[in-house]
């Protein structure tokens, strides 16, 4: 399968997973905050406003993720982030393809200088970070969500690059040397 393929089949997987979890919740799991952190809606919010931010750009080939809307019903009303998983799914599932053409992108990389640090990238390579980013995320919420009783599952917020290795050790090998016990 080709790499573009396979980055937009790995974020597939990564919203469905959101899907899920966006099921299993009650609202107020969703919407309140946990101790001095962010709740799991804030989390979930930020994660599908990059998304947004990838489709958005893509047709002008510039990608500016510090322009998110910020879309607070996301962060308050788990309907509302289904729908919006939703279309990102079928914005992905428009794609069919992304060729690695080039892209210029925009992200605050906090330095304190308010200006713009547009880079060069390309479509293939946002969806890896996308898929990157999201992980990450899930992982915060699966912490936020820890003791609630809510099970998003072992591969909830674990890189797959993790999950792979994970899987080898299981079978004694990775990477083409056998694991000693």
């Not at 980013?133 to 917020?157: C, N, P, Q, R, W």
Request: aromatic share 8%; glycine share 10%.
């Amino acid at each position: 399968m080709r790499g573009d393929l396979l980055s937009i089949s790995g974020n597939r997987a990564l919203l469905h997973q959101g899907v899920a979890m966006l099921e299993r919740l009650i609202d107020a799991l969703y919407a309140e905050p946990w101790v001095s952190w962010a709740p799991v809606g804030a989390q979930y919010r930020h994660i599908l406003e990059h998304y947004r931010s990838f489709f958005a750009g893509l047709g002008d080939a510039r990608v500016d993720y510090d322009a998110r809307a910020r879309d607070e019903q996301i962060e308050r009303d788990r309907g509302a982030a289904l729908e919006a998983t939703r279309e990102c799914l079928a914005a992905l599932d428009a794609l069919d393809s992304v060729p690695d053409r080039p892209l210029a992108v925009q992200m605050d990389g906090g330095a304190g200088d308010e200006r713009p640090d547009w880079r060069p990238s390309s479509a293939g390579r946002e969806l890896q970070f996308l898929c990157s980013h999201t992980v990450h995320h899930y992982a915060l919420i699966k912490l936020l969500l820890e003791g609630s009783g809510v099970d998003l599952g072992v591969e909830f917020g674990v890189a797959p690059s993790t999950l792979a290795y994970q899987r080898a050790a299981r079978q004694g090998i990775y990477a083409g040397v056998i694991a000693r016990p």
